[in-house]
């Protein structure tokens, strides 16, 4: 569903700048075409750059080392740069390949699980798909619909996937999740005993552990849900207590000051986690950073 909506959203992109194109040809380009185009096509960027300016007030309290004027204007250009590869071009026209890759042969060879977040598909995993068939590494990804529906319904198809994953090779699966798949994964992980020992390890890449700022303007469940203090996050630490999961061993979190998505900063870290700190990066980004993808292999045991 939701590459449709965004196969939607890219074409009507497109035929805005064919709109525009047209109009400057029988008027000729002067400073009302000039603000359009600019507005077509940065106007992404200058919404996120709302969004860094957020981040600049709201992490000063914040214990992870505050960021540069200069790591800043990195991030938000990095990440400009980013979310048209991802939400224009990725998630709605290449998210169904490369397919999930459960080859016969696979026994004895850790596969991966990988898990994405708000308001995107397997598509956000395409470089790592390519990446990981090409050394022949089973895997999985999943599309978490409906897309703004409640976090704890994921559940089952993150099941699903681990039973595929066990079934094909015999071993625990690793888990890589991006932004709120992290909590995706942990509802699941918590919602009956022994599912911790089902996984090999777990990476999680901006994942709003302790909630967002950001969320408080959420309109939708999994958005609410996401809310710092809010009742559903406190839920899930009860159900991590209660099944003896609240250490989160075998968890590896990046995190980084420069999340224009989950901040505070530290919101993206666990205790008794292994948490990584990416200088610089920015949230849609830190799924293309080269830390994760070394950390995964390393827990496979492949080249990077």
Do not use: K
């Amino acid at each position: 569903m939701l590459a449709r909506l965004q196969q939607l959203i890219s074409l009507a992109w497109l035929g805005a700048l064919l709109l525009w194109a047209g109009w400057t040809g029988a008027s000729g380009f002067g400073v009302a075409q000039a603000v359009v185009l600019v507005l077509l096509l940065a106007g992404h960027a200058l919404f996120l750059g709302y969004e860094f300016v957020l981040i600049h007030h709201v992490n000063r309290a914040d214990p992870a080392p505050r960021p540069g004027v200069g790591q800043l204007l990195r991030a938000w250009l990095a990440e400009s740069l980013a979310a048209p590869r991802v939400f224009l071009w990725r998630q709605p026209w290449r998210s169904a390949t490369p397919a999930d890759h459960l080859p016969a042969d696979a026994q004895g060879r850790t596969g991966v699980l990988l898990v994405h977040g708000f308001v995107c598909n397997r598509g956000l995993w395409r470089p790592w798909l390519l990446r990981l068939r090409r050394r022949g590494v089973p895997f999985v990804a999943v599309n978490l619909e409906p897309v703004f529906g409640s976090i704890d319904d994921t559940a089952p198809r993150i099941e699903a996937a681990v039973r595929q994953l066990h079934a094909a090779t015999g071993l625990p699966p690793v888990a890589v999740a991006h932004s709120m798949g992290g909590l995706a994964l942990r509802c699941w992980r918590a919602a009956a005993p022994g599912h911790a020992a089902r996984l090999a390890a777990a990476l999680t890449l901006g994942t709003p552990h302790h909630g967002t700022w950001l969320a408080r303007w959420a309109f939708s469940t999994n958005g609410r849900q996401m809310r710092r203090g809010g009742a559903w996050l406190a839920a899930l630490q009860a159900a991590e207590a209660r099944h003896g999961v609240a250490d989160h061993h075998g968890f590896t979190c990046f995190y980084s000051h420069c999340d224009n998505i989950v901040f505070p900063a530290s919101t993206a870290t666990l205790a008794g986690a292994r948490n990584v700190h990416l200088a610089g990066v920015p949230h849609v980004e830190m799924a293309e950073h080269p830390a994760p993808w070394a950390e995964l292999c390393r827990q496979l045991g492949v080249e990077p």
